[in-house]
C-alpha cells in the first residue's frame, strides 16, 4: 500500500470542507436553511478520520500501543456516518412539493441537489480515507490479505450501521447511552429485507473503496510519457 502524505489530505479535506460549507451559505441565503442538519452530520463524518490520524499517528510511535484497540472501536462506532450523509438525498423527495411547481422543476431544487451532493462527496471523502488509513495500520501488522478482509468487515458493518442510522434513527452515541435500545433495535433489524439493505449498502461502499485504493496505489510504467505502441 502506498503510504499519503496525511497532512496534506488533511488540508485537502479541511478545504473540501471550507468549500462545501461555503456553498451551504449561498444555498440558504438564497433559499432558507431547512439544511443546516447537514453541518451536524458532516461534524459525525469527520469524526472517524480524526480517530484515524490518532491511530496512523500512535501507531508510527508505537506499534503496540494498547491504545490502538479503543481508537480501532471509536473509529468503528463513527465510521457509518461518512456513508449515511448519502441518504439525506431523500430530503429532495419529502421537499417535492416546493420543487415542482406546476410541473415545473424550480431552480431550487438543482441549487439543493447540487448542495447535498457535495456534502455527500466530503463525507465519503473522510470516511474513505479514514479506513484507507486504518487499512494502511493492519496491513503492517497482519499483510495485505488481513487487511482487506478488515475493509470487507467494515464495509458490511459500515452498511449496517447506515441501516440502523436511516430505518432505525439510531445514533452512534446510543452504543454508549442507550444499549437496551440498541439491542432491541438490532434484534428488530434481523429480516430479509434488513440484510439486503446492509448487504447492498456494503457492496456499494467496497466498489468505491476499491476505485479509491486502485487510483491511490496505481503504478504506471517506468516511461509513463509515452503510449505504447
Not at 134 to 153: C, E, N, P, Y
Not at 172 to 196: A, C, E, H, I, K
Request: net charge positive.
Amino acid at each position: 500500500m502506498k503510504e499519503l502524505n496525511y497532512p496534506k489530505v488533511f488540508l485537502l479535506l479541511a478545504g473540501l470542507t471550507l468549500a462545501t460549507l461555503a456553498v451551504y451559505g449561498i444555498v440558504s441565503l438564497r433559499t432558507d436553511d431547512h439544511y443546516k442538519f447537514l453541518i451536524w452530520n458532516l461534524f459525525l463524518a469527520w469524526l472517524p478520520f480524526l480517530f484515524s490520524l490518532a491511530a496512523h499517528a500512535l501507531y508510527k510511535r508505537d506499534s503496540h500501543s494498547l491504545l490502538l484497540l479503543p481508537l480501532g472501536a471509536a473509529w468503528l462506532v463513527f465510521f457509518p456516518n461518512a456513508p449515511y450523509i448519502m441518504t439525506d438525498l431523500l430530503h429532495l423527495t419529502i421537499r417535492s412539493g416546493i420543487y415542482i411547481v406546476g410541473g415545473v422543476v424550480q431552480s431550487r431544487f438543482w441549487y439543493d441537489l447540487t448542495m447535498l451532493l457535495l456534502f455527500t462527496w466530503t463525507a465519503w471523502l473522510t470516511g474513505f480515507f479514514s479506513l484507507y488509513q486504518f487499512q494502511t495500520v493492519i496491513w503492517r501488522k497482519g499483510g495485505l490479505l488481513v487487511s482487506w478482509l478488515f475493509v470487507l468487515a467494515a464495509c458490511v458493518l459500515g452498511g449496517y450501521g447506515v441501516l440502523l442510522g436511516r430505518v432505525y434513527r439510531l445514533n452512534s452515541w446510543d452504543v454508549l447511552t442507550d444499549r437496551d435500545r440498541l439491542y432491541q433495535l438490532m434484534l428488530d433489524s434481523v429480516n430479509r429485507q434488513s440484510v439486503f439493505f446492509t448487504l447492498f449498502i456494503a457492496f456499494v461502499l467496497l466498489v468505491i473503496y476499491t476505485t479509491l485504493y486502485s487510483l491511490l496505489n496505481a503504478r504506471g510504467s517506468r516511461d509513463g510519457s509515452r503510449w505504447s505502441r
